[in-house]
């Protein structure tokens, strides 16, 4: 069992190997930790960065959920939130006795719930996870909401790996409900923005509405806020979208028409689309969704919607 090893001599298996399946990955090998992944993203464009990052840092890839499954002493699941069952089903078969499944993604309470049926019905230990910032500048410290029945044992071993959990309740639900309501306002004010600061700068009035949110709420630096949220959305809108699906659902839940996070889903889907066909430049290239300007991106995004007249100042660039 996985339990009687420390958490440094685990081998840890993760499931996504996107953004944060690689940062846990750096910083867990940065340890000597043992690390496996597997990804879709595998069999297609993606696949030679990835193999290349795997191969840099010393990570094992292998060519199935089960085949991770088997090897592995620890689980992370960290993909997006509609692949949140699907996971736990393609991993349940192959799971040992009393091996902890993390589930690290961005899902509504009733769907970690049935991931959680999955694992716990095949002999592992399901605990949700509920990140409650954005990752990368936290790494694998980003403060770490746990639930479950299993929540507390695994809380101080992943500590002893650099984490920064802590158990929310041992009631499955509660962790991922307090990250859905709070991305009704995160994700939600990144589409707000994008869509006010898109449409000022089509009308040319884009300045005064800067100034006029400098003098509201004195304490955020709207210029940079906004360059990091359009920066965001551009790269990971996908997932985005699909999170505030899951918030969507998690507000329904709730009793309430969630008119908010749809909207938003369909703002951040919109963006994605848009990023798919290359409005933003070519993924993977140094400066794709890096810009200081968030003006750049919001021409771009006008140029792409037809919208006209563009005031002369606020034309594309070229």
Aim: proline share 4%; net charge neutral; with cysteine.
């Amino acid at each position: 069992m996985a339990m009687s090893v420390a958490p440094q001599q685990w081998h840890v298996g993760l499931v996504g190997y996107g953004e944060v399946g690689r940062i846990l990955a750096e910083d867990l090998r940065a340890q000597g930790v043992t690390v496996s992944a597997c990804d879709l993203k595998l069999a297609g464009g993606q696949a030679a960065a990835l193999r290349t990052h795997a191969a840099s840092h010393g990570v094992q890839l292998t060519s199935s959920h089960a085949e991770l499954a088997t090897c592995a002493d620890f689980i992370v699941s960290a993909v997006t939130a509609s692949q949140t069952e699907a996971v736990a089903r393609a991993c349940a078969p192959a799971i040992r006795p009393g091996v902890f499944f993390l589930d690290f993604n961005s899902a509504s309470p009733g769907a970690k719930q049935r991931a959680a049926a999955l694992i716990d019905g095949a002999g592992g230990r399901y605990v949700e996870g509920a990140v409650m910032t954005s990752i990368p500048p936290y790494r694998i410290k980003v403060p770490l909401l746990l639930g479950g029945a299993w929540a507390g044992e695994l809380t101080p071993l992943l500590n002893a790996l650099g984490f920064a959990a802590k158990v929310a309740s041992d009631q499955l639900g509660v962790a991922s409900a307090t990250k859905m309501c709070r991305s009704v306002m995160i994700k939600g004010l990144e589409a707000m923005v994008i869509e006010s600061f898109t449409a000022a700068r089509h009308y040319g009035v884009e300045d005064a509405v800067v100034a006029s949110l400098y003098e509201t709420f004195p304490g955020i630096d709207w210029e940079k806020q906004a360059a990091y949220f359009f920066q965001r959305v551009i790269e990971h809108g996908r997932r985005r979208s699909e999170e505030v699906r899951e918030v969507a659902e998690t507000v329904r839940d709730a009793g309430l028409t969630p008119w908010s996070a749809s909207g938003t889903a369909e703002r951040q889907a919109f963006v994605a689309d848009l990023a798919d066909a290359g409005v933003f430049g070519e993924r993977g290239t140094p400066d794709f969704a890096r810009r200081a300007d968030w003006r750049v991106e919001a021409d771009r995004i006008l140029k792409a919607a037809g919208a006209d007249p563009i005031p002369a100042h606020a034309k594309p660039k070229d």
